[in-house]
């Protein structure tokens, strides 16, 4: 679709400027990768000097250890490059870079500084483009509570129940206690809009960011960010539901949408690591590179490189999943266009890349098909995104089309189910999404593992659950039994429980058997999550233990 005033159908991503594209006296922004973290002041062992305590409990409860690429960038290379006149905008812990403007001539400076590697420039994104709104539209059980009465969801019960999200809402999930980030391309009025009164009312927009202008103020720019809240967190009583409509938000802008621009893959990475700062649960970006603007074509993707590992923003996106988030991408709306296939970040291996259909689960025409280059199953799963019930910045509700609005979808229902499931991981939780899909057993490159439901993912969750350690939840008169296996040679193992927090509050030196069976009567534990690790000549295995 190219760059033209048209919105973005589902919204492109990052390009960097070579010094040969301006001149010596034009500022411009660059992404300048250091060579280390060497004599950081930082260190993994005090993670609250750069990291939220909700983001250490987030780690913690996933046994997910801090490594250096969490490490922020290291002060003393960051004064150094203000030394040669350029301005620093940001840094990335993740990619140990620094975000600067300045201009070639002065860049010539920063490249000839010794901690300096070079530049990072984003491979080729595509046309993807926002999806404009197309018109106006004038039981209880064990998992929690159920709603006195069905919500008035109006016409958003189609887009909700095709996964099951009203029935999450009956039993009590509605996102309470979930931090959902939404990466996009502005967020304007969202906090004046009557569909969105409540969560501005009750405080739960925690945090916002607008990497593009570098500063807080996101209630502007491009209403697709808007749209995209709206279906996660609308109250419109017999209008529009969102899916996690009682979830908090960290409202994040990476995209420019006039644009298409290889530095907003760069956006994207720091809007990212913002997000595992302040401690997200969920990911939710509706946006995508392929192509970019023409004065950037020499940096354009190609199809080859959505292996999961090329472009800076599918690396950014596995770099997320790898902090314990559940990443969710939409796929793409190249599927009639010439490029086809999805867009990066949707090729990273661990995110949740999102398909569109129509309210009867018939794939949509424009939504991306896979596979990733190198064969694996892309897009991973589906959910409505044709005629999708969504607000607009003006007040009113609408619809429109686009992966963009499948993927806060599929957010909502990972949400919910996550708080369903607290004892999962983000690894396991994507898991399960895949599995509970409509065709599971026999996934295709249009649609991924289908459309998944509330009903087998409880289903598999339960399994999960309940086969790594038994009885889960226990109490104090229960003895816990983990699968262990004889180890040859070895004659003990070394048990450990900790806290969500990763306090220590036992530990013990065991015989190593085929099955350990526990007793922790004698600790009086609080009611909580726990996880217990058990280590012995080189194995190691850690399951989640809910004390009740």
């Given at each position: 679709?190219?760059?033209?005033?048209?919105?973005?159908?589902?919204?492109?991503?990052?390009?960097?400027?070579?010094?040969?594209?301006?001149?010596?006296?034009?500022?411009?922004?660059?992404?300048?990768?250091?060579?280390?973290?060497?004599?950081?002041?930082?260190?993994?062992?005090?993670?609250?000097?750069?990291?939220?305590?909700?983001?250490?409990?987030?780690?913690?409860?996933?046994?997910?250890?801090?490594?250096?690429?969490?490490?922020?960038?290291?002060?003393?290379?960051?004064?150094?490059?203000?030394?040669?006149?350029?301005?620093?905008?940001?840094?990335?812990?993740?990619?140990?870079?620094?975000?600067?403007?300045?201009?070639?001539?002065?860049?010539?400076?920063?490249?000839?500084?010794?901690?300096?590697?070079?530049?990072?420039?984003?491979?080729?994104?595509?046309?993807?483009?926002?999806?404009?709104?197309?018109?106006?539209?004038?039981?209880?059980?064990?998992?929690?509570?159920?709603?006195?009465?069905?919500?008035?969801?109006?016409?958003?019960?189609?887009?909700?129940?095709?996964?099951?999200?009203?029935?999450?809402?009956?039993?009590?999930?509605?996102?309470?206690?979930?931090?959902?980030?939404?990466?996009?391309?502005?967020?304007?009025?969202?906090?004046?809009?009557?569909?969105?009164?409540?969560?501005?009312?009750?405080?739960?927009?925690?945090?916002?960011?607008?990497?593009?202008?570098?500063?807080?103020?996101?209630?502007?720019?491009?209403?697709?960010?808007?749209?995209?809240?709206?279906?996660?967190?609308?109250?419109?009583?017999?209008?529009?539901?969102?899916?996690?409509?009682?979830?908090?938000?960290?409202?994040?802008?990476?995209?420019?949408?006039?644009?298409?621009?290889?530095?907003?893959?760069?956006?994207?990475?720091?809007?990212?690591?913002?997000?595992?700062?302040?401690?997200?649960?969920?990911?939710?970006?509706?946006?995508?590179?392929?192509?970019?603007?023409?004065?950037?074509?020499?940096?354009?993707?190609?199809?080859?490189?959505?292996?999961?590992?090329?472009?800076?923003?599918?690396?950014?996106?596995?770099?997320?999943?790898?902090?314990?988030?559940?990443?969710?991408?939409?796929?793409?709306?190249?599927?009639?266009?010439?490029?086809?296939?999805?867009?990066?970040?949707?090729?990273?291996?661990?995110?949740?890349?999102?398909?569109?259909?129509?309210?009867?689960?018939?794939?949509?025409?424009?939504?991306?098909?896979?596979?990733?280059?190198?064969?694996?199953?892309?897009?991973?799963?589906?959910?409505?995104?044709?005629?999708?019930?969504?607000?607009?910045?003006?007040?009113?509700?609408?619809?429109?089309?686009?992966?963009?609005?499948?993927?806060?979808?599929?957010?909502?229902?990972?949400?919910?189910?996550?708080?369903?499931?607290?004892?999962?991981?983000?690894?396991?939780?994507?898991?399960?999404?895949?599995?509970?899909?409509?065709?599971?057993?026999?996934?295709?490159?249009?649609?991924?593992?289908?459309?998944?439901?509330?009903?087998?993912?409880?289903?598999?969750?339960?399994?999960?659950?309940?086969?790594?350690?038994?009885?889960?939840?226990?109490?104090?008169?229960?003895?816990?039994?983990?699968?262990?296996?004889?180890?040859?040679?070895?004659?003990?193992?070394?048990?450990?429980?900790?806290?969500?927090?990763?306090?220590?509050?036992?530990?013990?030196?065991?015989?190593?058997?085929?099955?350990?069976?526990?007793?922790?009567?004698?600790?009086?534990?609080?009611?909580?999550l726990y996880i217990l690790s058990l280590t012995s000549d080189g194995k190691r295995k850690s399951v989640r233990l809910l004390k009740r």
């Amino acid at each position: 679709m190219g760059k033209t005033k048209r919105l973005p159908v589902f919204i492109s991503i990052f390009c960097l400027l070579t010094a040969s594209m301006v001149t010596a006296q034009t500022a411009q922004r660059y992404l300048v990768v250091l060579r280390d973290k060497a004599s950081s002041p930082y260190s993994t062992s005090r993670p609250e000097q750069f990291l939220s305590t909700r983001a250490i409990s987030r780690r913690a409860k996933q046994n997910i250890a801090l490594t250096e690429r969490d490490l922020p960038v290291n002060p003393a290379y960051v004064s150094k490059l203000k030394t040669t006149g350029a301005q620093v905008l940001n840094t990335s812990r993740w990619l140990n870079a620094v975000l600067i403007r300045t201009t070639s001539a002065t860049l010539q400076k920063v490249l000839a500084l010794p901690f300096v590697t070079g530049l990072e420039y984003g491979q080729t994104i595509g046309n993807a483009r926002v999806a404009t709104p197309a018109g106006q539209t004038k039981a209880a059980n064990k998992f929690g509570e159920t709603q006195a009465k069905a919500l008035p969801y109006g016409p958003s019960l189609a887009q909700l129940s095709q996964l099951g999200l009203d029935k999450l809402h009956e039993r009590g999930f509605r996102g309470e206690g979930k931090l959902v980030a939404i990466l996009d391309a502005g967020f304007p009025n969202a906090n004046t809009v009557p569909f969105l009164q409540t969560l501005v009312s009750e405080n739960r927009i925690v945090t916002t960011y607008d990497f593009v202008a570098n500063n807080r103020q996101v209630y502007d720019d491009d209403s697709h960010g808007l749209n995209v809240l709206s279906i996660m967190a609308a109250t419109a009583d017999n209008r529009l539901y969102g899916g996690a409509y009682k979830a908090s938000y960290a409202l994040i802008r990476t995209e420019d949408a006039p644009t298409e621009s290889p530095i907003e893959e760069a956006y994207w990475l720091l809007g990212a690591e913002f997000a595992d700062s302040t401690g997200a649960d969920v990911i939710n970006s509706s946006l995508g590179y392929t192509q970019f603007d023409p004065e950037f074509a020499a940096l354009d993707h190609k199809y080859a490189d959505l292996n999961g590992r090329t472009t800076l923003v599918s690396r950014a996106a596995q770099w997320a999943a790898e902090t314990g988030m559940v990443v969710v991408v939409a796929a793409g709306n190249e599927g009639t266009n010439p490029w086809h296939y999805l867009s990066a970040p949707s090729d990273a291996t661990d995110v949740l890349a999102v398909a569109a259909t129509n309210s009867l689960g018939v794939k949509a025409s424009f939504s991306s098909f896979g596979p990733a280059p190198d064969g694996r199953i892309k897009p991973d799963v589906a959910a409505q995104g044709q005629g999708d019930i969504l607000g607009n910045p003006n007040g009113t509700i609408g619809s429109g089309s686009g992966t963009s609005f499948a993927s806060p979808l599929m957010a909502s229902f990972v949400t919910t189910l996550w708080q369903a499931y607290p004892y999962l991981t983000a690894r396991e939780i994507v898991g399960v999404v895949r599995r509970a899909g409509s065709q599971a057993q026999n996934p295709d490159d249009k649609l991924g593992y289908g459309i998944p439901t509330f009903e087998r993912a409880a289903a598999l969750a339960e399994v999960l659950s309940y086969t790594t350690a038994s009885p889960n939840p226990f109490t104090d008169n229960d003895f816990v039994t983990v699968p262990w296996g004889e180890i040859p040679g070895t004659a003990t193992l070394d048990a450990q429980l900790t806290d969500v927090a990763g306090r220590v509050v036992w530990q013990q030196t065991l015989p190593s058997e085929r099955a350990v069976s526990l007793s922790f009567r004698q600790l009086a534990l609080p009611t909580g999550l726990y996880i217990l690790s058990l280590t012995s000549d080189g194995k190691r295995k850690s399951v989640r233990l809910l004390k009740r």
